[in-house]
């Protein structure tokens, strides 16, 4: 009679010691509700930017003279007792002491919101060539409106082009960090495995850029980007200057790393059996703190996200037809128009809620990666 292959039963005591050190650290990092919290918001941002003119409910570029400043849409849930989402119509008239055209809400005319509706075309996920929009009114007339953030000074949806700008703020954010982790790695990596006269050059060079202040150099490099470039030119232009203060933090916490492990056992073991230096530093070395690199860049992405949101904001970062948040808050510095149409600072709200997801959750990362901190003894 054949032996039979009993299971080995193991108890969650014992999964701690078998487990990879990706699950020990996503175990300790579920246990952070805020770091949760702030994942699930990443993500949707994400889901966003991935497919902002699906979510768009008119064309963002679309100017409606007709319709300027007008007021967020009321959506009406229920139709009776049936859940049947609609809008009620407009009515114009003529304000008689400043001339202004103004609306009011026709409860006489309802419209109907519809999903999957067709509007205008655009290209899902930069390749497939669509019209379909998730929801949208299925009507021409003019009296019929769904803004439901309002419309800004030249009638143009502010909810369809912040969806837009969600993509453009985002990934500014996370290219400009992929662009300062690589340059992090690299230069603090060399640093401190060469030591000696490199990484005295390079930790001065690092004191120098630390030094100078950041919103002024970020400002003047901007301001040196030729007004006549490209749109694609001007976001890769903006995207290398954020990118350019923020590999000296990162840098410095390798190049301490580097100096401890190159002394260790399979870094020499790694250059006896002829392994390159640069094959050493992100074959060997760099895999061995990956998860505090994943904690640090995921904090220095706000970062990158307020850079370009100021600069945008201030007129030297990204400008027309490109539409980031940024951009939309360049929109918002006149005080008279944010009295009469207070909507417009809606895009703020976009940036503190991005920041504050992305600083939670990389608090959570950053307490799982470490095997030392209080919550994980």
Not at 272 to 281: A, E, H, M, Q, V
């Amino acid at each position: 009679m054949a032996n039979a292959t009993i299971p080995i039963q193991r108890d969650e005591s014992d999964q701690l010691y078998v487990a990879p050190q990706w699950k020990l650290v996503w175990w300790r990092f579920r246990r952070h509700r805020l770091a949760m919290i702030g994942l699930g918001v990443v993500i949707v941002l994400y889901l966003v930017s991935l497919f902002p003119e699906f979510l768009a409910t008119h064309d963002p570029h679309e100017r409606n003279a007709k319709k300027l400043y007008l007021s967020p849409t009321s959506v009406q849930f229920f139709d009776g007792w049936l859940p049947r989402p609609y809008v009620y119509g407009l009515t114009s008239k003529r304000n008689p002491e400043t001339l202004a055209l103004e609306f009011e809400t026709d409860p006489e005319k309802k419209y109907r919101i519809h999903y999957f509706v067709r509007g205008y075309e655009y290209k899902l996920l930069g390749l497939f060539t669509t019209d379909r929009h998730l929801m949208a009114l299925d009507t021409d007339d003019e009296l019929a409106a769904f803004h439901i953030l309002g419309t800004d000074r030249m009638g143009r949806d502010l909810w369809s082009r912040l969806m837009l700008a969600t993509r453009i703020s985002m990934s500014v954010g996370l290219l400009g960090v992929i662009i300062s982790l690589f340059l992090g790695i690299l230069l603090g990596g060399v640093s401190g495995y060469y030591s000696g006269f490199i990484d005295v050059l390079i930790q001065r060079l690092i004191e120098f850029l630390r030094s100078i202040p950041t919103i002024p150099l970020w400002i003047a490099l901007a301001a040196a980007v030729p007004r006549d470039w490209s749109v694609v030119k001007v976001y890769f232009a903006i995207t290398v200057l954020i990118s350019f203060i923020g590999w000296t933090t990162l840098a410095r916490e390798i190049r301490g790393r580097f100096l401890v492990l190159r002394e260790d056992d399979f870094v020499v073991a790694a250059l006896i059996y002829g392994s390159s230096p640069l094959r050493t530093i992100f074959r060997h070395m760099v895999p061995n703190f990956v998860s505090h690199i994943i904690a640090t860049t995921t904090l220095a992405i706000p970062t990158m996200i307020i850079a370009e949101t100021s600069l945008s904001f201030l007129g030297l970062g990204l400008r027309q037809p490109v539409i980031s948040w940024g951009v939309l808050l360049f929109e918002a510095q006149n005080i008279r128009a944010v009295s009469s149409a207070p909507w417009l600072l809606v895009p703020g709200a976009f940036v503190l809620l991005s920041v504050l997801a992305f600083n939670f959750m990389g608090d959570g990362l950053r307490d799982a990666a470490d095997p030392y901190s209080v919550g994980n003894n």
